[in-house]
T-cell receptor, first 113, second 113 residues
Framework: DGGITQSPKYLFRKEGQNVTLSCEQN?????MYWYRQDPGQGLRLIYY???????QKGDIAEGYSVSREKKESFPLTVTSAQKNPTAFYLC????????????FGPGTRLTVL | AQSVTQPDIHITVSEGASLELRCNYS??????LFWYVQSPGQGLQLLLK??????LVQGIKGFEAEFKRSQSSFNLRKPSVHWSDAAEYFC???????????FGKGTLLTVNP
């Protein structure tokens, strides 16, 4: 089956610890994205990558880091510098065309205690 | 800068009633427009999209949307709502060479039996 996988579904961490969220896609998409979702806030873009070994900051990149070493993978690290990391994180991918259609993974709910 | 406004935070309808969810966008060029649906704790699923051509587009699950350039709107409609349509709905606009989408804050739909 083609699709996007995110793991784990639920993640708990202590305050001050870095944590890495996994995102893998087998859709052969060039572009990948990370969004943060909070109640009533919609989706806010954290980072995006159009091709391997290249990525750009989105609207709320502070306290986050990413890498794009393989086309299929786009992991997100939530660092201890992120002031309010508890949220629902969504990964998406899409073909690198102007139509911009994006396909979403099931999400990871991160809770920092 | 592109933006999306979904004026209704929460809408309640009775099962079998018609539905219209509003979406207004701001974009400097030809927009590409999308409606996504999200069930609680899940990722987003694409309902329909508009790129060009016929301004009335059909999507999955019996949904349709009409693009009105003069009103900068892309409202989502369904003639008869089913209980399974209860979810959160997001409108999004894209079209730039950075392949980004901008999302509205969402409309939560409750369906009464």
């Amino acid at each position: 089956d083609g699709g996007i996988t995110q793991s784990p579904k639920y993640l708990f961490r202590k305050e001050g610890q870095n944590v890495t969220l996994s995102c893998e896609q087998n859709l052969n998409h060039d572009a990948m994205y990370w969004y943060r979702q909070d109640p009533g806030q919609g989706l806010r873009l954290i980072y995006y990558s159009q091709i391997v070994n290249d990525f750009q900051k989105g609207d709320i990149a502070e306290g986050y880091s990413v890498s794009r070493e393989k086309k299929e993978s786009f992991p997100l690290t939530v660092t201890s510098a992120q002031k309010n990391p508890t949220a629902f994180y969504l990964c998406a991918s899409g073909p690198r065309v102007l139509y911009n259609e994006q396909f979403f993974g099931p999400g990871t709910r991160l809770t920092v205690l | 800068a592109q933006s999306v406004t979904q004026p209704d935070i929460h809408i309640t309808v009775s099962e079998g009633a018609s539905l219209e969810l509003r979406c207004n966008y701001s974009y400097g060029a030809t927009p590409y427009l999308f409606w996504y649906v999200q069930s609680p704790g899940q990722g987003l699923q694409l309902l329909l999209k508009y790129f060009s051509g016929d301004t009335l587009v059909q999507g999955i699950k019996g949904f349709e949307a009409e693009f009105k350039r003069s009103q900068s709107s892309f409202n989502l409609r369904k003639p008869s709502v089913h209980w399974s349509d209860a979810a959160e709905y997001f409108c999004a606009v894209g079209g730039g060479s950075n392949y980004k989408l901008t999302f509205g804050k969402g409309t939560l739909l409750t369906v009464n039996p």
